[in-house]
């Protein structure tokens, strides 16, 4: 929630959080894309219209690149036992396929480039997202990438 409403994620109450959440879920589109291993949920994508997700735009290092209504993948999680297995490949071409049915001209991500800095990273790495085709339209820092896959032109 914290890229839908900013700051003020801290600063309220959990439960109203979850509600705001809730909320989200049940509006369209919906806010992500679950990965499971049988019943167990094992990894999380945000990907939503770019517009849903106002923080990127407070944040120099991962304002617009143009005007494109693009579609972002902001932010990503794999349980810790399933890291290294996959799975972020597999949210990837799920997020992929969930833009392309959106009719979005493209998916951006913004994840971290572990060549540069080897912070660990909520929104995945960039070899992981050059390995399924997103290409580096902007970088504004070193270790912070821009990368986007043109669903037009890949289609």
């Known amino acids: 929630m914290y890229g839908r409403i900013g ?3 801290r600063k309220r109450p959990g439960e109203e959080n979850k ?4 909320q989200a879920v049940e509006n369209s589109p919906s806010p992500g894309i679950l990965a499971f291993d049988g019943e ?5 994508c945000q990907v939503t219209p770019r517009d849903a997700v106002p923080w990127l735009d407070r944040l ?3 304002r617009r690149v143009d005007d494109a209504p693009v579609w972002s993948l902001s932010c990503l999680y794999v349980r810790k036992r399933y890291r290294r297995h996959g799975v972020t490949s597999h949210l990837i071409a799920a997020a ?3 833009a392309r049915r959106a009719n979005a001209p493209a998916l951006e991500a ?3 480039d572990a060549d540069v800095s080897p912070s660990a990273s909520g929104c995945g790495y960039a070899s992981t997202f050059a390995r399924a085709g ?3 339209v902007a970088r504004r820092v070193p270790a912070r990438p821009i990368m986007r896959y043109d669903l037009k032109q890949n289609a």
């Not at 509600?19 to 809730?22: E, K, N, Q």
Request: hydrophobic share 55%; net charge positive; aromatic share 30%.
């Open 19 to 22: 509600a705001a959440f809730r």
């Open 134 to 136: 997103f290409r580096v």
């Open 96 to 98: 992929l396929e969930a």
């Open 60 to 62: 120099w290092q991962l």
């Open 110 to 112: 913004y994840p971290f």
């Open 40 to 44: 167990t949920a094992v990894g999380w």
């Open 7 to 9: 700051s003020s994620y």
